[in-house]
Nanobody
Framework: QVLLVESGGGLVQAGGSLRLSCAAS????????VGWYRRAPGKQRELVAG???????NYADSVKGRFTISRDNAKITVSLQMNSLKPEDTAVYYC????????????????WGQGTQVTVSS
């Protein structure tokens, strides 16, 4: 099973930027779709962005135009560049993998990591 470690979170003011990084435990990561998820206080975890091994991406409407997901298969990492952050982006962010982009929302297959906290102040 793929183990994942998230990093890069922090406290930022509204309008600021952060870059999150997801590192995987093994090379199977390079042939799977990878997604970034978040769980805000009192809410369910939601998928915010996904990317295939070939670089096809999709985004939740709430982050489209502000977040950019990218991957480096050689380094087995996936990044999430978050710009124009809003207080409602405050959440713990996680990454995970699935067989396909469409499977990311309901059928992630990796082990959930600790996540990384993102806090956006107003």
């Amino acid at each position: 099973q793929v183990l994942l470690v998230e990093s890069g979170g922090g406290l930022v003011q509204a309008g600021g930027s952060l870059r999150l990084s997801c590192a995987a435990s093994r090379s199977a990561f390079s042939i799977n779709a990878v997604g970034w998820y978040r769980r805000a206080p009192g809410k369910q975890r939601e998928l915010v962005a996904g990317i295939t091994s070939g670089g096809t991406t999709n985004y939740a409407d709430s982050v489209k135009g502000r977040f950019t997901i990218s991957r480096d298969n050689a380094k087995i990492t996936v990044s999430l560049q978050m710009n124009s952050l809003k207080p409602e982006d405050t959440a713990v962010y996680y990454c995970n993998t699935a067989a396909t982009l469409s499977d990311l929302r309901l059928f992630p297959t990796g082990s959930w990591g600790q996540g990384t906290q993102v806090t956006v102040s107003s």
